[in-house]
């Protein structure tokens, strides 16, 4: 198999990859809305899976573009990106062929992070919430909610909340 072709072949791996990503960012999406923990870790679980899987991935575009280079007859060890790489391809399919899986690579990894900075504020909405939430159960009201004689002074000086934030 020639460079180029190894090298597209590793690149429609890496998108289909971030693909598959993709699917399971949405699933994330909908287990943040629904507050399952459990099943949230079950997805990040399997994220860090696909994560560990990417690195032989980008090991082995590494070693394609550094054969294509030397297919081409230079003998540096560029880290290329695949715009540089496509204006060393002559020939207008293997180009195009080139081309077409970079826009396709870029835009799912356009989306992917557009779903994980979605997902990102959902979490933060979530822990600030759950702050709040905390904030009203510990906190000690300013004022009871009966009325009390202002002469009174050593009635009850205040309600303690749910917690005791002294503890």
């Keep these: 198999m020639a460079a180029l072709d190894r090298l597209i072949a590793v690149l429609q791996r890496m998108e289909q990859n971030h693909r598959e990503m993709l699917a399971l960012s949405e699933i994330k999406r909908q287990v943040i809305v629904k507050n399952d923990v459990d099943q949230l870790i079950a997805v990040m679980n399997k994220e860090s899976k696909f994560m560990k899987q990417q690195e032989p991935l980008e090991s082995e575009r590494l070693s394609a573009v550094h054969e294509l280079l030397q297919e081409r007859g ?11 790489i496509s204006k060393l391809i002559f020939d207008p399919a293997d180009k195009q062929r080139l081309i077409e899986v970079q826009n396709k690579l870029a835009g799912t990894l356009h989306e992917l992070k557009e779903a994980n900075q979605l997902n990102q504020k959902l979490i933060e909405q979530s822990l600030k919430f759950i702050d709040f939430s905390m904030d009203i159960f510990a906190s000690r009201p300013e004022q009871d909610a009966t009325y009390q004689h202002p002469a009174d002074k050593n009635g009850n000086p205040g309600r303690i909340g749910l917690f005791d934030t002294r503890a």
């Design 74 to 84: 230079i003998k540096s060890l560029l880290n290329l990106n695949i715009t540089e």
